[in-house]
């Protein structure tokens, strides 16, 4: 029985070597294979930071062009603003300029006209003389005073009609007031 017992136990033991080899052995394999993973996910991870580094890098230098692009259009743009302001301002001037230069030609024009109405005038008061002396050398004396006492009497009549009119017209106004 002691053998029998010897002997269940060496078998006992036998299976328990065997089963502490076999699971031994399954832990190898499975260290392997997590070592594998880790090495699989250490590589991924590598990959996805060396990834994330170039990314980052790209980002930086497209920033770094976008910040030039937008200064350069800045500066083009002030420069066109500044192009455009003093071409205006220029402009401005030469309307400015224009401007003077009608005003100044419409006052000599205005001035030049004067004198040829005073210059018309003279010669139509000149001529009238001349064509009232002619009148009276060829009109007898006795008609040329009752013709002279005639206008006269008319210019008088007219003012007379004329203060009579604006009488009437203000009796007019004043009636038209009332109503």
Known sequence: MERVKLELQKTKAAEMEQAVEQASSRLKQIEKEYSQRLSKS??????LQATIATLRE???RE????GRQLQEAVGRFEDEKRLLIRDYDRDIKALENETINYHNRM?????EMQHK???TQEQIVQTQQECEMKIKGLMPAAIQKELEDTIDSMKSQITFLQKRASVLQE???AYRNRR
């Open 42 to 47: 250490s590589q991924t991870t590598g990959e």
């Open 58 to 60: 790209e980002c930086s």
């Open 63 to 66: 920033r770094l062009a976008a």
């Open 107 to 111: 006052q000599a024009l205005e001035v």
């Open 117 to 119: 109405e005073l210059d």
């Open 171 to 173: 009796e007019l106004n």
